[in-house]
């Protein structure tokens, strides 16, 4: 008899981040130390496109052109001295919801604490995927309440040509900075961060993600995991996690009609399965959703795991009358 990899008793809440945990851009803490007006990095990051067209390019990745220019304003100065250590220093000063990160650990409490749960060890996780930069996330006060972050990364320093050659000998830099782009995610790239959390190659490394790996020994399946962010921008999550019979919610920041509309189109087009404002207090509209989901999936897993019990073991014999 083959045993199966995992239990698949844990429950994954996959979130954005910008718009979704925070009202706003998680770099307003950046151009804020600098003094940088960000309406005017923003138009300059939307006009870069067009400006590298105009130079013969023709295939250009929008959604993580803001890193490079992020790059240039640290190399021309203006962003002086940014490294990691500082970008993690400034996302102690994002901004996040109502109701964060103490929402987190509820939620965890909620599924810990029911007796019927706890007998077959069903667990909450929550993994933050997001385009934006992942030093900043790892600084920002709902870091500790979660348990995976995926964003984009930054080098400082650089290797020469021939740094094998040189061997344990390490190259100095007088001022550390972020001079080049270690790791990308985006819109569509976050789909392998959650095929990572459903194979569980992120807590086991010698899993590949590209592993062809059975339904049942995936440690976390796509109908046990709830997606939650703002946008059009996570459409491709959206659709993976729809496709395979997860859970998927869209927020729109308290009193913003322009959002409202927004999400309301994206379960129009059957995109999500609902939507509410991102406030994540006890009695919200928002928070009720996601523990109701919480507890469907855990009930559902519950029903499984009972009816394999119930088929490996029979059923006792009987007097017959």
């Not at 729809?242 to 959002?259: H, I, L, M």
Request: hydrophobic share 35%; net charge negative.
């Amino acid at each position: 008899m083959t045993q199966q990899l995992f239990l698949q008793n844990i429950i994954a809440c996959i979130w954005d981040f910008d718009k979704t945990l925070s009202p706003g851009y998680m770099q307003a803490p950046i151009f804020e130390l600098y003094n940088v007006d960000p309406k005017k990095f923003w138009k300059e990051v939307d006009e870069l496109p067009a400006y590298y067209k105009n130079d013969g390019l023709d295939l250009i990745s929008t959604d993580t052109l803001y890193l490079n220019h992020i790059l240039t304003y640290t190399r021309q100065g203006t962003f002086r001295g940014l490294n990691n250590a500082r970008l993690r220093k400034l996302g102690g000063k994002i901004e996040l919801y109502e109701g964060l990160p103490d929402f987190f650990d509820q939620i965890k409490h909620f599924a810990a604490t029911n007796p019927e749960y706890g007998q077959h060890e069903i667990q909450v996780e929550h993994y933050i995927v997001s385009t934006g930069l992942r030093q900043m996330i790892l600084g920002s006060q709902i870091a500790p309440h979660v348990d995976g972050v995926w964003g984009c990364e930054f080098v400082e320093h650089a290797p020469p040509p021939g740094y094998l050659d040189a061997g344990k000998k390490k190259f100095s830099q007088d001022i550390k900075i972020i001079s080049q782009v270690a790791y990308v995610l985006d819109n569509t790239t976050k789909t392998r961060a959650v095929f990572e959390i459903n194979k569980g190659s992120n807590k086991i490394p010698d899993i590949d993600v590209n592993a062809m790996i059975p339904d049942e020994d995936r440690r976390v399946p796509f109908q046990n995991m709830i997606y939650i962010a703002d946008g059009p921008s996570d459409i491709p999550v959206f659709s993976l996690i729809n496709q395979f019979g997860g859970r998927t919610f869209a927020v729109y920041q308290p009193g913003s009609k322009d959002e409202f509309s927004q999400v309301n189109n994206l379960q129009k087009q059957k995109r999500v399965q609902s939507f509410g404002e991102a406030i994540y207090t006890e009695g919200s509209q928002t928070s009720m959703w996601i523990k109701n989901a919480i507890v469907e999936i855990s009930d559902q897993i519950v029903k499984n795991r009972e009816r394999a019990l119930g088929d490996k073991i029979g059923k006792p014999p009987k007097h017959l009358e």
